[in-house]
T-cell receptor, first 115, second 114 residues
């Protein structure tokens, strides 16, 4: 069975600095998708970035980028120029491309932004 | 588009009472999901549906039932609520696999069972 591990329950970063959130996953499949979701205090789950496993190029969305290491099964999220609005819980997630079922979530990393 | 909506947003139940949570989506998504979120546990899948009239068990299905009579609605039922079911419940939906893979989430329902 697939698993997703986020080893950092909490992290802090100074405003305007860069922070990297870690995520590792375990799977025997070769075709899958990886996601980072953000959950601010409002509780709404917001998709931050998505990576297709077949793509070697790392996904980027404005200040958010990933470091996808398929062989190492690692999928870290880098947030550049951190802003107060980035304070949230961040979830890493995995979805098989071959099965009609669910996304598997990690337990989350709470990110604090220090002014 | 309203996206994914959940009713109600908050609810307090006494042990043994029953209730139904309603999830509705207007994006014509085939797949719908119910999760629960507890502190330090992330999101855990309760039940899901890959199409109208179909349901399947997720990671933590005990004590819950679901129905998907219409494509746009996915209902989560608690027949006899227990304090262990105090949680925040999220509904999500997505297209089938050949279109898009991300899940769109509702705003959540905070349920307290006393």
């Amino acid at each position: 069975a697939q698993t997703v591990t986020q080893s950092q329950p909490e992290m802090s970063v100074q405003e305007a600095e860069t922070v990297t959130l870690s995520c590792t996953y375990d799977t025997s499949e070769s075709d899958y998708y990886l996601f980072w979701y953000k959950q601010p205090p409002s509780r709404q789950m917001i998709l931050v970035i998505r990576q297709e496993a077949y793509k070697q190029q790392n996904a980027t969305e404005n200040r958010f980028s990933v470091n996808f290491q398929k062989a190492a099964k690692s999928f870290s999220l880098k947030i550049s120029d951190s802003q107060l609005g980035d304070a949230a819980m961040y979830f890493c997630a995995y979805r098989s491309a071959n099965r009609d079922d669910k996304i598997i979530f990690g337990k989350g990393t709470r990110l604090h932004i220090l002014p | 588009n309203a996206g994914v909506t959940q009713t109600p947003k908050f609810r307090v139940l006494k042990t043994g009472q029953s209730m139904t949570l309603l999830c509705a989506q207007d994006m014509n998504h085939e797949y719908m999901y119910w999760y629960r979120q507890d502190p330090g546990m992330g999101l855990r899948l309760i039940h899901y549906s890959v199409g109208e009239g179909t349901t399947a068990k997720g990671e933590v299905p005990d004590g819950y039932n679901v129905s998907r009579l219409k494509k746009q609605n996915f209902l989560l039922g608690l027949e006899s609520a227990a304090p262990s079911q105090t949680s925040v419940y999220f509904c999500a939906s997505s297209y089938r696999r050949y279109y898009s893979y991300e899940q769109y989430f509702g705003p959540g329902t905070r349920l307290t069972v006393t």
